[in-house]
């Protein structure tokens, strides 16, 4: 059986408490399938929420960005972070309004970030980054090189403080409804990509790698 993170006072999930998951092992997946990541932070009392990349190693979420950016500063001199994905998998049309519904999962992350200063993390983690968009895309691509490097900043956020909601199933109408004359049911909804777009200036020689071909199915 999988650990369950710690329920704590901020990630109890108190609305559709029965939607609540607290396995790590269903959590990582959560964060391991999503592309992009919604960070949230206050400055002088004004909420921001900025979407971005990210990726996890291990027992921590890792951001990047330029070493001017504001939130990447303000994060690692302290301020407290949520960040949150959300994957949606369905539509769920109810015969009411007010019971429409969409199957999703999504995961909270409450802490800290710190900024990486060792330079074998920052690499590891920015080959995470390229990774998880692409598999297997760091070992072909150029790699970022010192000036690069250096404009760059990578914070990592201990996942500690952590919980999910999800939705699956079917419509859940209300009795007196289930006679109503309308479709009711499921549109399923999934990830799909298209043929990939050679760039003009790329050397019509250069066959298509197989991540790229392949990344053509659902993910």
Known sequence: MSELFPV???????????????????IYKILDE????????TVDGQPFVIP??????????????????????GLSAGWP?????????GMVLAR?????????????????????????????????FTNKLIPGRWDDARQPN???????SVLKLPLTEVSAKVRTGGVEDDAEDYGFPVWAGIIPLRLV????????R????????????NFRGTR
């Not at 790329?202 to 071909?213: E, H, R, S, W």
């Open 96 to 128: 009411s309004v007010f019971n429409q519904s969409m199957n999703y999962r999504s995961v909270a992350a409450l802490g800290r970030a710190t900024l990486i200063e060792n330079a074998e993390e920052r690499l590891r983690a920015l080959q995470a």
């Open 193 to 200: 990509a298209d043929e990939p777009l050679r760039d003009d």
């Open 8 to 26: 704590t006072d901020r990630t109890r999930v108190v609305r559709e408490a029965h939607r609540a998951v607290y396995d790590r092992e269903a």
């Open 202 to 213: 790329c050397d019509p020689a250069i066959p298509i790698p197989t991540y790229a071909a």
């Open 81 to 89: 972070v949520c960040v949150t994905v959300t994957l949606i998998d």
């Open 146 to 152: 010192e000036k690069e490097l250096k404009a760059t």
């Open 34 to 41: 999503a592309f992009v990541c919604h960070v949230g932070f």
């Open 52 to 73: 971005t990349l990210f990726a996890r190693i291990g027992d921590y979420l890792y951001l990047h960005g330029s070493a001017a950016s504001r939130m990447l500063r």
